[in-house]
């Protein structure tokens, strides 16, 4: 088929859908975006070598929605409002933050997010290797938590539609525990998860490695 059928931001722009209506960045395939553009999978390939490649482009479309903060902020502000738009960016799209994990930030967009990230705190008077460490920190913060509230949502979706019998049972046996053990503090953690959005959780989280940095330069 010629090349000229489809685009290139077509496949892009299809495959986050299609990655969306995955349950696992494993589910994911080229001949499920094809079917869904009614072409054949070996169209896409006139596009794009194989499977990582789309994950790449995929990954670099995601990261090109991500804008920078006024830089004429301090570099707290300037911190949560970029680590915020990455949130609300990730959490558009279904299993981002898997597809992050699993390629290579390999292009300018990619790379330039990162540098600005630490170019934010090399400013404000961190050294490299304290702002490559804090941005780190804080990317497996947001990473992590984005993939296990995916997780934990699966979960509840399964346990409340009672197709997960054991999974059921296993909650309770925690809850049950956590009473008669008079575990304080595992029955306010599991509050805490229960009532703060996941949203709410981020910023908790990141005020807290923020407020560790402002501490570390007093």
Not at 8 to 19: K, P, W
Not at 66 to 79: G, M, S, V
Not at 172 to 193: C, E, G, S
Request: proline content about 2%; aromatic content about 8%; hydrophobic content about 45%.
């Amino acid at each position: 088929m010629p090349k000229a059928k489809i685009s290139r931001s077509q496949i892009i722009q299809t495959s986050l859908a299609t990655l969306a209506e995955c349950r696992t960045l494993d589910q994911f395939s080229m001949r499920k975006v094809a079917a869904t553009l009614k072409v054949d999978a070996s169209t896409l390939y006139w596009h794009f070598e194989n499977k990582q490649a789309l994950l790449q482009a995929m990954a670099d479309e995601i990261a090109s929605q991500i804008t920078f903060p006024d830089n004429q902020r301090d570099w707290q502000t300037q911190l949560t409002q970029l680590f915020r738009t990455i949130f609300a960016v990730y959490t558009a799209h279904p299993h981002a933050a898997e597809l992050m994990l699993e390629t290579i930030p390999a292009s300018k967009t990619r790379l330039t997010l990162m540098d600005h990230i630490m170019a934010i705190l090399v400013t404000a008077g961190f050294s490299e290797t304290e702002a490559n460490e804090a941005m780190t920190t804080i990317d497996f913060f947001l990473t992590g938590l984005i993939i296990d509230l995916t997780r934990e949502q699966q979960f509840r979706s399964e346990i409340n539609s009672k197709q997960a019998a054991y999974l059921h049972d296993q909650v309770q046996k925690m809850h049950q525990i956590t009473h008669d053990a008079k575990l304080n503090h595992m029955q306010a953690a599991v509050q805490f998860r229960n009532t703060y959005t996941a949203k709410q959780q981020f910023e908790v989280g990141l005020k807290l490695i923020i407020n560790g940095l402002l501490a570390s330069k007093s």
